[in-house]
C-alpha cells in the first residue's frame, strides 16, 4: 500500500495492516472446517468485513478449499443474486477465456 496513513479506513490489505482478532480468526478456521454456518453481527465498521477476508487471506493456501467473498445487501430479486453471486465466483476463475465460457 503506497498511503503515508498506517491507519486503513476501508478494505483489506494484508495481515501486517490487520490488528489482532486472533481468538476470532481461529473460529472462523475452525467453523470452516467443521462445515458450519456462522454470523457475525455488530455495529458498522466494527471489523465484521475485514475479518472474514483475513481469515480467507491465511486459510487460501489450505488445499480443498475456495473462498467467495458475496455482498448480499444490494440484490433486491432472485436475478440480483444469481448476477452478484455468478461475479463472485467467476472472478476467481484463471483465465479471462474460461470466465466467458462459465458466464
Ligand atoms: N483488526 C483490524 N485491524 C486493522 N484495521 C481493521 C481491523 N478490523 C477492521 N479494520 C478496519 O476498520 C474499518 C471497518 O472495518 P469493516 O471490516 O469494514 O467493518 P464492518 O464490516 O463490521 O462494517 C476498515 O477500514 C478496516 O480496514
Ligand atoms: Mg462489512
Redesign the pocket.
Known amino acids: 500500500m503506497n498511503t503515508s496513513n498506517p ?7 494484508s495481515p501486517n ?5 486472533e481468538s476470532e480468526t481461529d473460529r472462523i478456521r475452525e467453523a470452516i472446517h467443521n462445515g458450519r454456518n456462522l454470523t ?1 453481527i ?13 481469515t480467507f487471506h491465511l486459510m487460501g493456501k489450505e488445499k480443498d478449499l475456495s473462498f467467495f467473498y458475496v455482498d448480499l445487501l444490494p440484490t433486491l430479486s432472485l436475478a440480483d443474486f444469481i448476477r452478484e453471486f455468478s461475479k463472485a465466483v467467476i472472478g476467481k476463475l484463471d483465465s479471462p477465456t474460461s470466465k466467458i465460457i462459465k458466464k
Not at 7 to 13: D, M, N, R, V, W
Not at 43 to 53: A, D, E, Q, V, Y
Open positions: 491507519f486503513l479506513i476501508s478494505g483489506y490489505q495492516e490487520f490488528c489482532d482478532r457475525l455488530s455495529w458498522r465498521r466494527m471489523g465484521k468485513t475485514g475479518l472474514i477476508h483475513h
